[in-house]
């Protein structure tokens, strides 16, 4: 093992130099703006299908019901068509980032990067333009492929260029993005809601701004310098290494990205490397880490909270409002993320999310189950109750699970399976929320209250995972987190030597296991 030990190793954080520098915070905040895109979406679907314009054009059924049907108010957008407009997305993105992993694999991430909002961009314009339903859901498979190759590429560059000292706060910029653009299709969705007829439009069509502002930007950011050296231009990575850290003292850390790179390449087919035994303890986490985070029940909230706050008899303009209420304290919560995560770590961070999450769950479903019925709307008092908890639920998650689950995947797989692991984390999550997406108001509907029990129950499950399971990955740069965590953790520990790497393979992971 003499032969590949590196230099430097005992004093990480003097050895890895790197300060803030303006290219690289450009850089950052350039590429998180393809959370834009994915937050835009999750935010303008609810109030959009709660538009009369929209469901006269559209839907003309669910239309009906809602002016005429003297209907159970749980049930009242209970349709399958009307859920099929908001998860298709979903499925398109889903499969896509198969492609797009296959993308930052050969090409690069900038590129996947700069593809992701072309695609968005023509979905924008063939929603805008749509005529028919068909139109409209075209429109929206091509939307769902720009957000599954943003939501591929975006969060591995982010982890890749940062320092690792802050590649938790760099990383949560994606998050970050993605509650902003919640918020501004919030704000959009209410003034919409008051143009009659084709106020839809209009909140469909400015999805077009994070496109654009994405693809002329990131003309301005690099490449990655693990992409490039694992492309085999070890100098322009050297180069772009010593640009975004402002130094020319880099070596340390770029002979670590080289020898991760060299015991990449030592991998005949990286694809089929994530079905070792070695990968499974990332394999599990990253996809786990999806399935939890959407059955936190969040999307039920976001999507949904104008359609659910009407539901319980808000009118339509304070249910949007109330809603944007929601998506303030949700950003809030991702910029104290941001600022926490490096310090207090991940795993504190998630505990706390689950124990104010589970609380908050529970207790709208007390008070629904308690004050709510069938026909009548809340009383004042009980639905500023559900819009508390709402509030306290969101924030719990927007520090905890909403940035997380995509940063810890971005982070803990190794270079020859980073790109293919992570994405089938990130195709997790969009199937994870295609399936809340495309029943949570059927839920609504059968279970009543009890949807907000089922989804304490699964918080209070994700919870006991992670404090058994979850290992610490705060302050380890992600080259070596095979010989420091998973060679190390209790558990995780009996799937690393499965025999799949080779010996010099080894020999490169193990120089870091101090
Ligand atoms: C999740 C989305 C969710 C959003 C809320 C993201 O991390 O993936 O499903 O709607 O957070 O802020």
Same mark, same amino acid.
């Given at each position: 093992?003499?032969?590949?030990?590196?230099?430097?190793?005992?004093?990480?954080?003097?050895? =890895?130099?790197?300060?803030?520098?303006?290219?690289?915070?450009?850089?950052?905040?350039?590429?998180?703006?393809?959370?834009?895109?994915?937050?835009?979406?999750?935010?303008?679907?609810?109030?959009?299908?709660?538009?009369?314009?929209?469901?006269?054009?559209?839907?003309?059924?669910?239309?009906?019901?809602?002016?005429?049907?003297?209907?159970?108010?749980?049930?009242?957008?209970?349709? /399958?068509?009307?859920?099929?407009?908001? #998860?298709?997305?979903?499925?398109?993105? &889903?499969?896509?980032?198969?492609?797009?992993?296959?993308?930052?694999?050969?090409?690069?991430?900038?590129?996947?990067? !700069?593809?992701?909002?072309?695609? +968005?961009?023509?979905?924008?314009?063939?929603?805008?333009?749509?005529?028919?339903?068909?139109?409209?859901?075209?429109?929206?498979?091509?939307?769902?492929?720009?957000?599954?190759?943003?939501? !591929?590429?975006?969060?591995?560059? &982010?982890?890749?260029?940062?320092? =690792? /000292?802050?590649?938790?706060?760099?990383?949560?910029?994606?998050?970050?993005?993605?509650?902003?653009?919640?918020?501004?299709?919030?704000?959009?969705?209410?003034?919409?809601?008051?143009?009659?007829?084709?106020?839809?439009?209009?909140?469909?069509?400015?999805?077009?701004?994070?496109?654009?502002?994405?693809?002329?930007?990131?003309?301005?950011?690099?490449?990655?310098?693990?992409?490039?050296?694992? /492309?085999?231009?070890? %100098?322009?990575?050297? @180069?772009?290494?010593?640009?975004?850290?402002?130094?020319?003292?880099?070596?340390?850390?770029?002979? @670590?990205?080289? !020898?991760? #790179?060299?015991?990449?390449?030592?991998?005949?087919?990286?694809?089929?490397s994530i079905f070792h035994r070695s990968s499974f303890p990332q394999l599990v986490i990253g996809s786990l &880490?999806? +399935?939890?985070? !959407?059955?936190?029940?969040?999307?039920?909230?976001?999507?949904?909270?104008?359609?659910? +706050?009407?539901?319980?008899?808000?009118?339509?303009?304070?249910?949007?409002? #109330?809603?944007?209420?929601?998506?303030?304290?949700? &950003?809030?919560?991702?910029?104290?993320?941001?600022?926490?995560?490096?310090?207090?770590?991940?795993?504190?961070?998630?505990?706390?999310?689950?124990?104010?999450?589970?609380?908050?769950?529970?207790?709208?479903?007390?008070?629904?189950?308690?004050?709510?019925?069938?026909?009548?709307?809340?009383?004042?008092?009980?639905?500023?109750?559900?819009?508390?908890?709402?509030?306290? =639920?969101?924030?719990?998650?927007? *520090?905890?699970?909403?940035?997380?689950? *995509?940063?810890?995947?971005?982070?803990i797989f190794p270079?020859e399976t980073?790109?293919?692991g992570?994405?089938v %984390?990130?195709?997790?999550?969009?199937? =994870?929320?295609?399936?809340?997406?495309?029943?949570?108001?059927?839920?609504?509907?059968?279970?009543?209250?009890?949807?907000? +029990?089922?989804?304490?129950?699964?918080?209070?499950?994700?919870?006991?995972?992670?404090?058994v399971f979850l290992p610490?990955?705060?302050?380890?740069?992600?080259?070596?987190m095979v010989a420091r965590v998973w060679k190390k953790h209790w558990y995780w520990k009996r799937y690393m030597d499965d025999g799949s790497r080779?010996?010099?393979m080894e020999?490169?992971y193990d120089?870091?296991?101090?």
């Open positions: 093992m003499g032969g590949f030990v590196i230099t430097g190793v005992p004093d990480r954080q003097t050895k =890895f130099e790197g300060k803030i520098t303006f290219y690289l915070v450009i850089c950052a905040v350039i590429a998180a703006t393809g959370g834009l895109m994915f937050g835009y979406d999750i935010g303008i679907s609810g109030g959009v299908t709660s538009m009369d314009g929209f469901l006269l054009k559209f839907f003309p059924s669910v239309y009906y019901k809602k002016k005429h049907a003297k209907e159970d108010n749980y049930c009242k957008y209970d349709d /399958h068509k009307l859920q099929l407009f908001t #998860s298709s997305l979903y499925l398109a993105a &889903l499969v896509s980032c198969f492609f797009a992993s296959a993308m930052c694999q050969r090409f690069g991430r900038k590129i996947t990067i !700069q593809i992701s909002s072309v695609f +968005f961009f023509i979905g924008v314009i063939l929603n805008v333009r749509a005529g028919d339903l068909h139109m409209l859901i075209a429109g929206r498979i091509l939307l769902g492929i720009g957000v599954g190759f943003a939501n !591929q590429a975006v969060p591995l560059f &982010l982890s890749e260029i940062a320092p =690792f /000292h802050i590649r938790g706060g760099l990383n949560i910029l994606f998050q970050l993005n993605i509650t902003i653009g919640i918020l501004v299709a919030n704000i959009v969705n209410y003034y919409a809601s008051k143009v009659p007829l084709n106020g839809w439009k209009f909140s469909l069509g400015l999805a077009g701004v994070p496109a654009l502002i994405l693809c002329i930007g990131s003309f301005l950011i690099t490449e990655t310098p693990t992409s490039l050296i694992q /492309h085999g231009r070890s %100098a322009d990575g050297l @180069e772009v290494l010593k640009r975004i850290r402002g130094t020319h003292n880099v070596e340390a850390e770029f002979q @670590e990205i080289l !020898q991760a #790179s060299e015991a990449a390449s030592l991998v005949e087919r990286p694809f089929m &880490l999806q +399935f939890f985070q !959407q059955f936190t029940g969040i999307n039920a909230i976001m999507f949904y909270a104008p359609v659910l +706050f009407e539901a319980i008899g808000f009118k339509s303009n304070a249910s949007l409002l #109330s809603s944007v209420t929601i998506g303030i304290v949700n &950003l809030i919560g991702s910029v104290i993320s941001l600022l926490a995560v490096d310090k207090v770590g991940r795993k504190l961070l998630l505990l706390e999310g689950c124990l104010q999450m589970f609380l908050s769950m529970a207790a709208i479903g007390a008070v629904l189950v308690t004050n709510g019925q069938q026909n009548q709307p809340l009383d004042n008092d009980s639905a500023m109750g559900v819009v508390m908890f709402a509030a306290l =639920f969101v924030s719990g998650f927007a *520090w905890s699970w909403g940035p997380l689950a *995509w940063l810890i995947p971005s982070e270079l980073r790109t293919a992570y994405a %984390a990130v195709s997790s999550n969009m199937l =994870f929320t295609f399936v809340i997406a495309q029943i949570y108001l059927s839920m609504l509907c059968r279970m009543r209250a009890g949807v907000f +029990f089922f989804f304490s129950m699964w918080i209070a499950i994700m919870g006991i995972f992670v404090a610490e990955t705060k302050n380890i740069p992600m080259d070596e080779s010996l010099k020999a490169l120089a870091y296991s101090y």
